[in-house]
């Protein structure tokens, strides 16, 4: 610890408890790095695991400057993670210079920054563990080891200068390395899960599942295999003969897309796409969220900062972020997260953020009028395209309106806008020219981010985040169209992404100086979810409210929805 900078790797086993999903990161064998000599300390008779996390501990604390790829796996294994101090994460910085890389391992870091070819994990363990690695004597398992510590040191200078060159130091230093304790603290606090509830509701799951299968057999007329494709296909397409169908060499399709056009005109169309629904919500959610749940009666998820290609974070083991809250038996889900007993939640999501920052980047006036006047933006922009006055606007209208405000944003087509509306291409392609026409400073924004990717080959967002776009050089003209659709969206979308992580490391921070008892469980796109006691609930609410509303300054303000309850769902 004498050295002024240290490559610090660490080799962790996955431990899955029996009967689980989830597993838990077991140290294995640790690496300190001077670049030009690399110390291995391996558990074994006289070095104990204990002995291990105590030298983690000790240099995780110490000042001198640590280089690590995956930060947040590292201090998780403090008992405080705010107590580590100087270190960078390196995977973290090679994500933001291309976030479009499967992964960001020794191996691919020391590819790209060292131009060295090393042996990926997977090819140094094949099906063994670390420890049995070790154990074994097997030199490359050593070899492996000494890279996670010599790979971080040696690759951050060559990657510090190209963040500095594409202006995203401070994106990194001031948003992306405080997140990495912001998670740490949420995935180590974790959301407390109510078991009778998710067995009542994996019961009407199945009560559900049950009666709809009886429903589909007694429509066709015969029982049949409804998860099977090829006997679906055949029952609704060959002997019902449902107009649409499309055969293919293993039978008719029967994909959500193909069942959707004709479910509102069948009756067992509707049924066949109810029961998928219920089908999927008890395997991934009513049965699969029980595996999750640990001793302490709470899910420890885990938070990635470096898999999406705009920024947003995402969630697994499990993925929260899916859970489908349009129909009822999807969002009765969220009843099922509970705070601990004398607590409750405040949930805190912002509202349309995406149109905001739309306003804000585009400019223009009429649109950044409409939100700073406070109307309703969708009927606004029903109003305008459809050359009603506001008073006239009926709820088809806007929700018409809505659609377009939003597919906007992802760049829709005219087909694209038909189908999802059900009306013809003229009609949408009238739509959304009507809708360029009322806000002129929208089309020439998002014009303008397609020809700077098409010239650098990258968008940008309000904070510097860079979005690769190598569709557009592409020779298929889908493909390329897809990467116009990437071109307008990523700056938006990224933002929105950025906001949010600025959001929640002041909200971590302001809660943390407050003395207030309260901290961050969950973060699901725009929204973040506190557990907070009971008595202080209401100050908690504002402070949350207050500091994303603040977290940034755009051309209009940011709309923040807040409120408390006893469960997930309650507080939403």
């Known amino acids: 610890l004498r050295s002024e900078r240290l490559g610090l790797g660490l080799a962790l086993d996955a431990l899955v408890p029996q009967g689980k999903s989830y597993h838990e990161n077991i140290p294995a064998g640790l690496c300190l790095s001077t670049g030009e000599k690399n110390y291995l300390m391996i558990p074994g008779e006289s070095l104990k695991e204990g002995d291990l996390l105590e030298i983690l501990e000790k240099v995780l604390l110490s000042p001198v400057t640590k280089y690590v790829l995956d930060l947040k796996a590292l201090v998780k294994l403090l008992k405080d993670p ?104 949420m995935e180590e606090a974790g959301v407390g899960v109510d078991e009778k509830r998710l067995r009542d509701y994996a019961l009407g799951l199945q009560e559900g599942i049950a009666a709809l299968e009886q429903e589909i057999h007694q429509k066709a007329g015969e029982s049949f295999n409804i998860n099977s494709p090829k006997q679906l296909g055949e029952i609704l397409f060959g002997k019902l003969g449902l107009p649409g169908g499309r055969k293919t060499k293993t039978g008719y399709s029967t994909s959500a897309e193909v069942l959707e056009k004709l479910a509102p005109e069948n009756e067992i169309v509707k049924d066949v796409l109810n029961y998928r629904q219920l089908a999927k919500l008890n395997s991934t959610y009513a049965t699969g969220l029980a595996g999750y749940i640990r001793e302490d009666g709470r899910i420890h998820g885990s938070f990635h900062q470096t898999i999406t290609a705009t920024g947003r ?7 929260l972020q899916n859970i489908p809250i349009r129909t009822e038996m999807g969002s009765r889900i969220r009843d099922i997260f509970v705070p601990k007993e004398g607590y409750v939640f405040v949930d ?9 920052i739309l306003a804000s980047f585009s400019q223009d006036q009429r ?16 109003s305008q395209v459809f050359h009603v006055p506001i008073e006239e606007v009926t709820p088809a209208l806007r929700r018409n309106a809505k659609a377009v405000n939003f597919g906007v944003v992802y760049g829709i087509s005219a087909f694209g806008l038909s189908e999802g509306l059900s009306i013809s291409r003229k009609e949408a392609l009238d739509y959304i020219n009507n809708y360029f026409k009322t806000y002129p400073g929208v089309k020439k924004f998002l014009d303008s981010q397609v020809k700077k990717a ?43 992404a950025d906001i949010m992580k600025i959001a929640m490391n002041a909200v971590d921070q302001r809660l943390r100086e407050s003395g207030l008892d309260a901290r961050i469980v969950l973060q699901i796109h725009d929204e973040l979810l506190v557990e907070v006691k009971r008595e202080e609930a209401d100050e908690v609410l504002e402070l949350v409210a207050d500091t994303m509303r603040n977290a940034v300054d755009l051309e209009v303000p940011l709309e923040v929805d807040a409120h408390r309850g006893e469960t997930w769902l309650e507080a939403k």
């Open 454 to 496: 098409k010239e650098k080959g990258f968008v940008t967002t309000m904070f510097g985040r860079i979005r690769p776009i190598p569709e557009l050089k592409s020779s298929n003209f889908s493909v390329r169209s897809f990467g116009d659709r990437v071109a307008m969206n990523s700056p938006i979308q990224g933002s929105a």
């Open 82 to 185: 705010l107590k580590a101090k100087n270190c960078l994460d390196v995977s973290l910085a090679a994500y933001l210079l291309d976030p479009l890389r499967e992964g960001y391992e020794a191996d691919q870091v020391a590819r790209e920054y060292l131009h060295l070819e090393l042996l990926t994990k997977k090819e140094v363990l094949d099906k063994k563990s670390f420890r049995e690695a070790f154990a074994a004597g097997e030199e490359r398992a050593f070899t492996y080891l000494a890279a996670l510590g010599a790979v971080p040191l040696l690759a951050w200078e060559p990657c510090f200068k190209k963040l500095q060159d594409l202006e995203m130091e401070k994106l990194y230093r001031e948003v992306e390395l405080p997140l990495v304790y912001s998670l740490a603290k």
């Open 367 to 382: 649109l950044i009028e409409s939100y700073r006047s406070s109307a309703d933006i969708h009927t606004a922009t029903a």
């Open 313 to 319: 974070i995402s969630s697994a083991d499990p993925n």
């Open 348 to 356: 805190a999501d912002y509202s349309q953020i995406e149109l905001r």
